[in-house]
């Protein structure tokens, strides 16, 4: 079990920036493709974002593009999402997920909440 754990949500006003952390404590991310999907109340779950093993440039819903980046430390086992200009409607629940060939293994999410 990869045990995923994010970390970084909260409330933050229109136009601000959060950045998102994923970690394990029981897997390498590094041998797994890496994405953040988002859910907000009463919508389907969505992909927002994914980045290969390697890392390099990452692949982005429409809606996010150009204010998010998707990044990865593999020395560090770390995933990241830094957020900015954030907007109302991307208030949701944020789940980092990390899959290969064999599994696919979910986080239990983290709160963006974007009011004024």
């Known amino acids: 079990q990869a045990q995923l754990v994010e970390s970084g949500g909260g409330l933050v006003q229109p136009g601000g920036s959060l950045r998102l952390s994923c970690t394990s404590s029981?897997?390498?991310?590094?041998?797994?493709?890496l994405n953040w999907y988002r859910q907000s109340p009463g919508k389907e779950r969505e992909w927002v974002a994914g980045?290969?093993?390697?890392?390099?440039?990452?692949t982005y819903i429409d809606s996010v593009k150009g204010r998010f980046t998707i990044s990865r430390d593999n020395f560090n086992n770390m995933l990241y999402l830094q957020m900015l200009t954030l907007r109302p409607e991307d208030t949701a629940v944020y789940y980092c997920?990390?899959?290969?060939?064999?599994?696919?293994?979910w986080g239990q999410g983290t709160q963006v909440t974007v009011s004024s």
């Open positions: 980045i290969g093993i390697s890392g390099g440039q990452g």
């Open positions: 997920n990390a899959q290969n060939s064999l599994d696919n293994y």
């Open positions: 029981q897997s390498s991310l590094s041998l797994y493709e």
